[in-house]
């Protein structure tokens, strides 16, 4: 098993979400936990007195046993290229970069086990929904530790690297899909009269009340949305509309542009 120590290249705010749910939970204390930022010393001034880690520099990255790229793809290459001289093989490597395989890492850093991460926005208020695919020289440990970590941000699933386009599709883009659906609900309401702040605040305790309901686990959607269509009532007549509409159509489409542009982003002459 790997040792404790953990640096975060990066402290934005999944970096953030990250370290303060992991210290929370009790999973890592503040002083295993140490960033790494030369290029924004404010941010990681930031970070270190909202959790208690510790601001490392460069070369502290090579007493780290885990590190976790936490930066945007478009800034890995300057990044590796600052970095390299202290990444030493022998760490286990969280990625959270879109589009960044494990192969691209493990090429930056020969015979270095990487792990490639999923997460979405909900990682902030520990309901994350990630996946994770391991690289060739990850193990089964390492993967427990991935595991560990990120089961106290929410739901975390393995899936085969050839899946994080999809997931990136469902999950990653997925709050935004939900909020354009509650936006447009509330939209409709306001255009028939219905003053604004009615009408956003139903639509979005809406879209709680039925995550709630759904979290139990003990109803699918498929089951809840039939309890509520009533035979030749208002909801009824509404999913029709809407499907008629294009509604599945419609949904199919944002899955597969986001898929396809995730794809493009694993390629780095297209980054």
Do not use: H
């Not at 270095?112 to 520990?126: D, G, I, Q, Y």
């Not at 929904?129 to 699933?157: H, I, R």
């Not at 199919?252 to 390629?267: C, K, Q, T, V, Y």
């Amino acid at each position: 098993m790997r040792g404790n120590k953990t640096a975060f290249i990066g402290t934005g705010f999944m970096a953030r979400a990250m370290i303060g749910g992991i210290v929370d939970s009790g999973v890592r204390s503040p002083s295993d936990i140490f960033t790494v930022n030369p290029v924004d010393r404010n941010s990681a001034v930031e970070v270190s007195s909202l959790y208690g880690v510790r601001m490392g520099e460069i070369g502290d990255l090579r007493d780290a046993d885990v590190v976790v790229w936490a930066i945007k793809p478009q800034q890995f290459d300057e990044a590796i290229t600052m970095y390299r001289d202290f990444l030493a093989p022998d760490k286990l490597y969280l990625s959270i970069m879109a589009g960044i395989t494990t192969e691209r890492l493990e090429d930056a850093i020969p015979g270095a086990a990487v792990v490639r991460l999923m997460p979405n926005l909900a990682l902030s208020v520990k309901k994350s929904a990630t996946a994770y695919a391991p690289g060739k020289s990850a193990t089964e440990d390492d993967c427990a530790l991935v595991e560990e970590f990120f089961s106290v941000l929410g739901t975390v699933q393995r899936v085969d690297e050839e899946m994080i386009s999809s997931v990136t599709a469902l999950s990653g883009s997925g709050p935004a899909y939900f909020c354009l659906l509650t936006e447009k609900l509330a939209e409709a309401a306001k255009t028939e009269g219905m003053d604004e702040a009615t009408a956003d605040a139903l639509a979005l305790s809406t879209l709680v009340g039925t995550a709630k309901l759904l979290s139990g686990g003990e109803v699918t959607p498929e089951e809840l949305r039939r309890r509520v269509t009533s035979k030749k009532g208002t909801t009824e007549a509404g999913v029709n509309a809407m499907l008629e509409g294009g509604f599945s159509e419609a949904v199919a489409a944002g899955f597969n542009a986001a898929r396809i542009r995730s794809d493009e982003l694993s390629a780095p002459d297209k980054n």
